[in-house]
């Protein structure tokens, strides 16, 4: 029977947690946080999007301002101290941020989406990579993006409120210290 439980355990996935050195490079700054924001059904944004306007954007379920609160705690149990927090100018992106509670986010053009030719993939992903071309930063950073951002940067297509902390300097593919499941 403890077998059998040891097994499920495995298979189930654990939301929020990362291997302990994964979480140690991003306390001590030589790894970011990249994070799909969180719940926000659908996909792609409305006809008539505008970026000042929330109306005309997906924006986040209830379920997807729980998912960002509860981000914020995780952060902060993993790091005491002042974090940098980069965002999407999308609404989603800037609302997951601001509900981590963490600190105001800084929004940061080249993580805007660029799902069904709303920006340019390549020079953004070129942008990101030059602007995190060092090997620390500051203070442990967070980056909250897109689906279509993380997947050009790591390859992975993470679900909803997925993040991944990926080793400095970043390169194409980043290397995946760990992917953290939506606490």
């Not at 390549?122 to 602007?131: I, R």
Request: net charge positive; aromatic share 8%; with cysteine.
């Amino acid at each position: 029977m403890r077998a059998l439980y040891l097994v499920l355990m495995l298979l189930l996935p654990v939301a929020g947690y990362a291997d302990n050195s994964a979480w140690q490079a991003w306390r001590e700054s030589k790894a970011l946080l990249l994070m799909r924001h969180t719940l926000a059904p659908g996909t792609g944004d409305p006809a008539g999007f505008v970026l000042q306007d929330c109306n005309t954007q997906r924006n986040l379920s209830s379920e997807g301002q729980q998912q960002a609160q509860r981000w914020g705690a995780l952060l902060r149990q993993q790091h005491s101290g002042d974090i940098t927090l980069y965002s999407s100018q999308w609404c989603r992106c800037l609302d997951t941020a601001q509900l981590m509670g963490l600190t105001p986010p800084k929004p940061l053009p080249v993580l805007n989406s660029f799902f069904a030719g709303r920006g340019d993939g390549d020079k953004q992903t070129q942008a990101l990579l030059q602007q995190f071309s060092i090997t620390q930063t500051a203070q442990p950073t967070v980056l909250v993006t897109h689906q279509v951002n993380f997947t050009a940067l790591t390859g992975i297509f993470p679900r909803s409120g997925e993040a991944a902390i990926i080793a400095l300097p970043l390169t194409q593919p980043a290397t995946v210290l760990a992917r953290i499941n939506t606490p």
